[in-house]
C-alpha cells in the first residue's frame, strides 16, 4: 500500500453492492510497477478476485474500472479500462473508452472503482469530491444513455459530472451490451455493459477538483506541447484530423480490407454512399475531442448534423460501425447508418458486436434458417428499417431479438451446426472490420487476442500498412509469416502497456515513437524506463491476461479463426483467392511466446524473467 | 507531356485535367499532391483498385485521388 504514487491518486473505491458498502483501498504501489495501471492493474486484481465458476452476470463477478498514470495527467486522448470476466467470451472481458469520465473519477479522488456484488433493485454511484454515495435509481431504469445522464446531471445540480452509464441493452443483460461514458463514447466490448446490468448499477457519475501529483511538471508539459504538435506533422494524424476513423473506410474497401456480406463478398458498389468523407460532405460537419476534458490536435471525433434524424449534433458513425454495420449487412444509404448508430449508442450496445450477430441473422434467414414468420418481417441485405427494428428486438429481448442479444457464438449454437459454420468470431467475441484474408497478421492478432477478436490488442495492420515501428527494428512491411508473428507480439505487447498507462492508440502508432513515450512515462511517475522497458511492461501484462485466461479454462484450440477466413476464399475484389494462413502463423506464435502447443502455458523460464508477481501453475 | 484526369475523391464531379512529367504512380502522387496543395497520405484508385507505389498509370487515365486515413 502507499499514499502518494506519481501519476495516481493513490485510492481506489471498493463497492459491495450486494450489502451496499463503499471503502477506499489503497493503490497497490508494487503492482502500479509491474503492471503499471489501467488494465494491467485491472487485469491483476480481477485475478485474486474470479475462477473458473465465477458465473460472468452473476454477483460473484467483479467489474473493475480502472484508469492509467496519464489520465489526466497528460491530457491527450486519455483512455479507461474496463475490466472483468467477459459475459460473450467467459474468459477476460476489457474495453478501453476515451472522453472524460477517467479523467473526472482521478479528480473525484479515485483511480477506479472495484464492483462486487449485486443490488436487488437499481442504484447509481455518484463519486463526487472525495466522496462515494450509493443512490436510487429505480426512476432512471428503462430510460436509454442519454436521459440518463441528463437526470442524473441534473439530481446532482452537477453538469460538468461525467456519466458512466448503460441503456436498456444492460439493463436486459443483452451480452453484447455496451457501457457509454460522455454521452457519446462507447466501452463497448465484450459485454461489459451486461455486467453492469446484471449488478443493477445504471450508471456511475463522477465530478472533482484535485489534482494528482506528476513527478517532472515542468518535463511534463514541455513534453506535452511536443505531443500536441505531433499529429500535425503525421500523415496519419492529419488523415485522422480530416475525417475522423470513418475516413479510412474508402482507403480500406479499395485495399479489400473491409467485410462485406458477412465477409463473403469482396466488393460493395454502395461503399460511396457511406465514407465518411460522403457524410462529411452531405452533412454538415464538426470535429471534436472525444471528451470536454480533452486536449487533443487530433480531434477524430466527428459530428454531423442530419436534419431527417435529429436537430443536434450527431455522432458521426466510426469506421468499425460504417463496416460491420454498413458494408457488412450491405447498407449503402448514410442517413440509415446515422440512425442505427445513434440507437446503437442510445440503448447502449456494441455497434462491432451488433453489426457482426445481424449479420449472421441475414445469412441465416438467405439460407431458410431463420424465416420471417420468427421476426415478423422480412430481413433482407442491405435494409436499413429491418435493421433498426432488430436492434430495438436485441435491446429488448424482444422475439428472435432474445437469441441475438445472447452474442453470435450462442445464437448460432440455438440454431444449430449448419448456423455454426457462418458464425464469424473468435472465442465468442464477434469480429471487428479489420480483414484477416488482406493482412494475415491481423488474423493471428485476432486468434491470439486475450479479449477474442480485438484490433485494439495489436493494431498490425498499421504495420502492414506502412506505419512501421522503425525504434523496434520494423523498418519494412512483414512480407513472410515470421515477420508478421514478430510484428503481432511486438504490437500485442504494445497495445498492452498503452492501455494500461491510459493512452489512446490513435495518438501514438504514426504520431510519435516510443522513445518520447517513455520519456513521458518518466516524467510523470519517474520510473526510469527506456522503450525496451515500456515493450516489456506490456509483454508481462499480456502474459498476466493468458494467465488468467488459462485460469479461467482457455483450451488452445480456442486460439484460432473462423473457417471462413482459412478455407473459403472471395470470387472477387482486392482480395480475391486469398485465405489466411492460421496455423503456420500460430504455430510460430506459440514458439515465440514460449506457449506449450498442448496447454496453451507459457514457460516458467518466460514468466519469471518477466517478473510476474503469480506462478505459471 | 502525358496528361491525366484527376478527381479529389469525395468530389467525384470535378474533374482536373493535369500534365505531368512521369508516369510513376509514386511520382504522380507527389507532383499532384504540390499542385493540389494536399497534405496528408493520399493514394491513387483506378479502376477500384489502389495503385501500388511502383506501379504505372497511363496516358489519358481517369484516377481518383484518396486521402489515406488509418484509422481504428
Known amino acids: 500500500m502507499c499514499s502518494v504514487v506519481f501519476g495516481f491518486s493513490g485510492k481506489l473505491l471498493d463497492v459491495d453492492l450486494s450489502k451496499g458498502e463503499v471503502k477506499t483501498i489503497g493503490l497497490r504501489e508494487d503492482w502500479s510497477r509491474l503492471y503499471v495501471g489501467g488494465s494491467g492493474y485491472a487485469t491483476r486484481l480481477l485475478y485474486d478476485l474470479i475462477s473458473k465458476e465465477t458465473e460472468p452476470l452473476s454477483p460473484d463477478n467483479v467489474l473493475v474500472i480502472m484508469t492509467g498514470p496519464f489520465v489526466d495527467t497528460f ?6 479500462a474496463f475490466v472483468t470476466k467477459s459475459p460473450l467470451t467467459g474468459y477476460l472481458g476489457k474495453s478501453m473508452v476515451g472522453g472524460s469520465f477517467g479523467a473526472m473519477l482521478k479528480r473525484a479522488g479515485f483511480d477506479g472503482i472495484v464492483l462486487r456484488g449485486a443490488s436487488r433493485k437499481p442504484v447509481y454511484l455518484a463519486v463526487i469530491d472525495g466522496q462515494a454515495e450509493i443512490r436510487d435509481a429505480s426512476h432512471l431504469w428503462g430510460k436509454d444513455v442519454l436521459e440518463t445522464s441528463k437526470i442524473i446531471k441534473e439530481e446532482l445540480n452537477n453538469q460538468k459530472a461525467k456519466v458512466a452509464a448503460i441503456g436498456p441493452a444492460g439493463e436486459n443483460l443483452v451480452r453484447i451490451a455496451a457501457v457509454i461514458t ?10 461489459v455493459g451486461a455486467v453492469m446490468g446484471s449488478k443493477k448499477l445504471k450508471a456511475i457519475a463522477a465530478y472533482g477538483s484535485r489534482k494528482v501529483n506528476v513527478y517532472d511538471r515542468e518535463r511534463l508539459v514541455h513534453l506535452m506541447r511536443e505531443h500536441l504538435a505531433a499529429p500535425l506533422k503525421s500523415p496519419r494524424g492529419i488523415g485522422l484530423r480530416s475525417y475522423g476513423t470513418s475516413g479510412g473506410l474508402i482507403s480500406y474497401a479499395m485495399d479489400g480490407n473491409v467485410p462485406i456480406k458477412n465477409w463473403t463478398k469482396g466488393v460493395f458498389d454502395k461503399v460511396d454512399n457511406i465514407t465518411g468523407q460522403t457524410l462529411q460532405k452531405v452533412y454538415k460537419s464538426r470535429g471534436v475531442a472525444c471528451g470536454t476534458e480533452v486536449v487533443c490536435s487530433i480531434q477524430c471525433h466527428k459530428e454531423l448534423q442530419v436534419s ?11 469506421f468499425e460501425t460504417l463496416a460491420l454495420i454498413g458494408t457488412n449487412l450491405m447498407i449503402g444509404n448514410g442517413e440509415s447508418l446515422v440512425k442505427i448508430n445513434r440507437l446503437c449508442d442510445r440503448l447502449g450496445l456494441d455497434t462491432i458486436s451488433t453489426g457482426g450477430v445481424i449479420a449472421w441473422a441475414m445469412e441465416a434467414y438467405e439460407k431458410g434458417l431463420i424465416r420471417a414468420e ?7 441485405w442491405g435494409d436499413g428499417e429491418a435493421v433498426l427494428r432488430l436492434v430495438e428486438m436485441i435491446a429488448y429481448r424482444r422475439g428472435l431479438g432474445d437469441v441475438l442479444a445472447e452474442g453470435v457464438k450462442r445464437a448460432s449454437q440455438r440454431i444449430g451446426p449448419e448456423a455454426e459454420k457462418f458464425a464469424i468470431h473468435v472465442k465468442g467475441l464477434e469480429l471487428p472490420a479489420h480483414h484477416p484474408r488482406r493482412y494475415h497478421s491481423i488474423g493471428l492478432a485476432y486468434a491470439t487476442s486475450n479479449i477474442g477478436a480485438s484490433h485494439l490488442q495489436g493494431m498490425t495492420m498499421l504495420v502492414e500498412r506502412g506505419i512501421l515501428l522503425p525504434e523496434y527494428g520494423i523498418s519494412e512491411i512483414p512480407k513472410d509469416i515470421e515477420s508478421k508473428v514478430r510484428v503481432t507480439i511486438i504490437h500485442q505487447n504494445l497495445c498492452a502497456f498503452l492501455d494500461s498507462a491510459g493512452l489512446c492508440k490513435f495518438g501514438v502508432f504514426g504520431i510519435v515513437d516510443f522513445n518520447k513515450i517513455a520519456e513521458e512515462y518518466k516524467a510523470i511517475t519517474g520510473i526510469e524506463a527506456s522503450k525496451e522497458d515500456i515493450l516489456m511492461a506490456g509483454e508481462r501484462i499480456w502474459y498476466l491476461e493468458r494467465l488468467l485466461n488459462l485460469k479461467l479454462g482457455l483450451r488452445v484450440e480456442e486460439d484460432t479463426l473462423p473457417k471462413r477466413f482459412v478455407e473459403e476464399p472471395l470470387e472477387e475484389g482486392p482480395i ?8 503456420q502463423l500460430l504455430e510460430l506464435f506459440y514458439r515465440y511466446r514460449e506457449l506449450d502447443p498442448r496447454n496453451g502455458y507459457p514457460s516458467e523460464e518466460r514468466i519469471r524473467k518477466l517478473g510476474l508477481d503469480i506462478s505459471v501453475s | 507531356m502525358p496528361t491525366i484526369k484527376v478527381r479529389v475523391y469525395p468530389d467525384l464531379e470535378n474533374v482536373v485535367t493535369v500534365e505531368v512529367n512521369t508516369l510513376v504512380v509514386k511520382e ?22 489502389i495503385l501500388s507505389n511502383d506501379e504505372y498509370i497511363s496516358d489519358d487515365d481517369d484516377i481518383t485521388l484518396i486521402q489515406v486515413v488509418e484509422g481504428g
Open chain 1, 576 to 583: 480475391k483467392g486469398v485465405t489466411c494462413p492460421i496455423n
Open chain 1, 374 to 380: 420468427d421476426l415478423g418481417f422480412e430481413l433482407k
Open chain 2, 28 to 49: 504522380v502522387l507527389e507532383v499532384l499532391k504540390d499542385l493540389l496543395r494536399l497534405q496528408g497520405q493520399y493514394a491513387i484508385v483506378k479502376n477500384g483498385r
Open chain 1, 182 to 191: 460522455d454521452e457519446r463514447r462507447a466501452a463497448g466490448r465484450t459485454g
Open chain 1, 308 to 318: 431527417g434524424v435529429s436537430e443536434e449534433w450527431e455522432k458521426c458513425p466510426e
Open chain 1, 75 to 80: 491530457p491527450i486522448s486519455p483512455k479507461t
